[in-house]
DNA sequence: AGCCGGATCCGCT
DNA sequence: GCGGATCCGGCTT
């Protein structure tokens, strides 16, 4: 479910990103997923239906977005850690005077969420009809390779060797440099 | 009512 | 490579 994102487009108040790194939170049973105690105000979205965008505000400065990706109740997300600027450069410089390289300009998730103008107004939104748009490739476009490996900045049981639920395009120079690559580089995959 | 730590980023060393 | 910024959510008292 989740490496089927990588390569997808997200459209932003004029810019748009392709997804090279992302996160996947499984409902209430992953201790590392902020709806593994159930439903509160923040993460009512999650429990809402496929396509919806989670936005929640971290670290007192920077919001990080999600796609809800399971039916309702079920509370499945994945994180959008980073993307290549495809389109509208210069608004997402614009909104990222502090990257020196259009490398960065949306690696790691509070950058990506800053090149797309997404704020936490956009918490709850529907990516087929509101601001921020999601575009899914086509089935039949080209496999994109991919690596996985532990998620990046999660502590406690969640962050091991037991959730290897972030993926990255293979090579890729966007996705974000914390916690670098996993030991030996993670798994390769193809889809 | 208060505490603690966080799905981060940036600047300095 | 490291620490500071900055503040909310969720759990404890």
Redesign the pocket.
């Known amino acids: 479910m989740a490496p089927a994102l990588l390569g997808a487009w997200v459209h932003g108040r004029g810019v748009t990103v392709r997804l090279t790194e992302v996160?996947a939170?499984r409902g209430q049973t992953d201790p590392?997923?902020?709806?593994f105690?159930g439903p509160?105000?923040?993460?009512r979205v999650?429990f809402g239906h496929p396509g919806t965008l989670?936005v929640?505000?971290?670290?007192?400065?920077?919001v990080?977005a999600?796609i809800v990706t399971s039916p309702s109740g079920e509370a499945s997300?994945v994180?959008l850690?980073a993307g290549e600027v495809v389109d509208g450069r210069e608004l997402a410089r614009s909104r990222?005077p502090?990257?020196k390289s259009d490398i960065?300009l949306a690696r790691?998730?509070?950058?990506?969420c800053?090149a797309l103008g997404i704020t936490l107004d956009d918490d709850g939104d529907d990516l087929r009809s509101g601001p921020i748009r999601l575009e899914v490739p086509d089935a039949d476009s080209p496999p994109v390779a991919y690596a996985q490996g532990p998620?990046?900045?999660?502590?406690?049981p969640g962050g091991s060797e037991e959730y290897p639920w972030r993926f990255w395009i293979a090579g890729e120079p966007t996705v974000?440099p914390?916690r670098k690559s996993p030991p030996r580089g993670g798994d390769e995959r193809r889809r």
């Open positions: 996160e939170y590392g997923s902020h709806a105690r509160t105000r923040r993460t999650m989670y929640y505000f971290s670290y007192g400065m920077h990080c999600n997300a994180l850690r990222r502090t990257s960065d790691g998730p509070g950058r990506l800053a998620r990046t900045g999660v502590s406690g974000s914390y």
